[in-house]
């Protein structure tokens, strides 16, 4: 019913940037907020930023200042823009969006397949 594909991640040295990307697609009424975890080996997966359907942001205390969301209604899509990248970044993200089916009352979660950020010292 509602595909996720992520986009963008792969390897960086420190201080560099990388844009990541995320569009929903399927039977979508509409979408509330949108965010995007990381989940970095033998750790479990944290929030790093996210953004309402209004634009509402909040960022992980980590990322303030480097990191910015954003997201374009028009394209389902959801941009993470990361910033003077540290080796600490290295994870694996994850898009994660509220979605309200069409045809169905409810809000339900759903997650991308992940994209690696890894970033070399």
């Known amino acids: 019913q509602v595909q996720l594909v992520e986009s963008g991640g792969g390897l960086v040295q420190a201080g560099g940037s990388l844009r990541l990307s995320c569009a929903a697609s399927g039977s979508i009424f509409s979408i509330n907020t949108m965010g995007w975890y990381q989940q970095a080996p033998g750790k479990q997966r944290e929030l790093v930023a996210a953004?309402?359907?209004?634009?509402?942001?909040n960022y992980a205390d980590s990322v303030k200042g480097r990191f910015t969301i954003s997201r374009d209604n028009a394209k389902n899509t959801v941009y993470l823009q990361m910033n003077s990248l540290k080796p600490e970044d290295t994870a694996v993200y994850y898009c994660?969006?509220?979605?309200?089916?069409?045809?169905?009352?409810?809000?339900?979660?759903?997650w991308g397949q992940g994209t690696q950020v890894t970033v070399s010292s």
């Open positions: 994660k969006t509220r979605i309200r089916i069409a045809g169905y009352p409810k809000e339900y979660d759903y």
């Open positions: 953004i309402t359907s209004g634009g509402s942001t």
